[in-house]
């Protein structure tokens, strides 16, 4: 067993917030997930608001598997889930038949982890399936924001969605996250 396969593994076992008729509060949630994961979720969702029209909704949508997490959409279409795990979240995307290629073609400039991610998705149709990427740092971020953008083409258009992550500068790339 590879190290990748060993982290995604040990990183599904987490744990989350199960209590299906309980529906947590924004702070329970902060509590729950720590300051260091909750910031990130954070700048998840202001790099994908640059980009969408975002919805977020409160969500207990697959059991408790999943538990609780924010669906987030552009109108009316599902972008990804965030469940929130202990100390981290995870987000699930699901791309299809269509988006498939894209991200075939796109996983050269995607993170180890990331491209283990996608090799490791629960298959749905030919070549499509859910992709589940248990986020454990800021440079994560810039790949869940491009796989989003295979499934949701994005609505306002945002100079870094179309950089490689080696065309950035360390200081760039940084500056993406700064709040």
């Known amino acids: 067993m590879t190290l990748m396969t060993e982290k995604i593994r040990s990183e599904q076992e987490k744990k989350r917030m199960t209590e299906k008729f309980h529906q947590p509060t924004q702070e329970v949630v902060r509590l729950f997930m720590g300051d260091n994961a909750w910031q990130r979720l954070m700048r998840l969702e202001d790099m994908l608001r640059e980009r969408y029209e975002l919805n977020r909704e409160m969500k207990y949508p697959f059991g408790n598997e999943y538990g609780w997490g924010f669906r987030y959409s552009h109108r009316k279409s599902l972008l990804l889930y965030a469940f929130f795990e202990q100390d981290g979240f995870c987000c699930t995307i699901s791309i299809n038949d269509k988006g498939a290629p894209q991200v075939e073609a796109m996983l050269g400039d995607l993170l180890p982890e990331t491209q283990a991610f ?3 998705r629960y298959r749905c149709g030919a070549n499509g399936g859910w992709i589940h990427c248990s986020i454990a740092g ?32 360390s200081a760039a790339y940084a500056s993406l996250f700064k709040g």
Not at 139 to 147: G, H, P, Q, S
């Open 118 to 120: 996608w090799t490791n």
């Open 138 to 169: 800021d440079d994560e971020l810039l790949d869940i924001v491009r796989l989003v953008g295979v499934k949701v083409k994005p609505q306002k258009p945002h100079m870094a969605m179309f950089f490689s992550r080696q065309a950035f500068s």
